[in-house]
């Protein structure tokens, strides 16, 4: 089982940054087409708009996590139908409400 977690956290792992870096492009040549300008390279710096440091910092850290969940997930459905099992530390959510337990009172 411990080789089965390595693969599974090595796959993951490059699953996200490969994502990360695809939605990172995707949005620099987003940012550049709609504003006519290279996106803050830092939103800290004083210099920056705030509205424009708001902008990148709301815009960026939305669609990159966006983009790094798809890619998990595609990642855990690719090692479930490989291996027949959930990756190591992964559970099922059971948002079904008739199988959900009974709230505490």
Request: proline fraction near 8%; hydrophobic fraction near 45%.
């Amino acid at each position: 089982m411990a080789s089965s977690s390595k693969v599974w956290s090595v796959f993951s792992l490059v699953a996200a940054v490969a994502a990360a870096a695809v939605a990172k492009k995707g949005l620099n040549t987003s940012w550049r087409a709609a504003t006519g300008k290279n996106p803050p390279a830092n939103p800290a710096d004083p210099d920056v708009d705030l509205w424009e440091a708001v902008a990148w910092a709301a815009v960026s850290g939305t669609f990159v996590g966006i983009a790094r969940m798809l890619a998990s997930r595609k990642a855990a459905d690719y090692y479930t139908k490989s291996t027949g099992h959930l990756p190591p530390d992964l559970v099922r959510d059971d948002q079904d409400a008739d199988s959900a337990p009974a709230p505490q009172s």
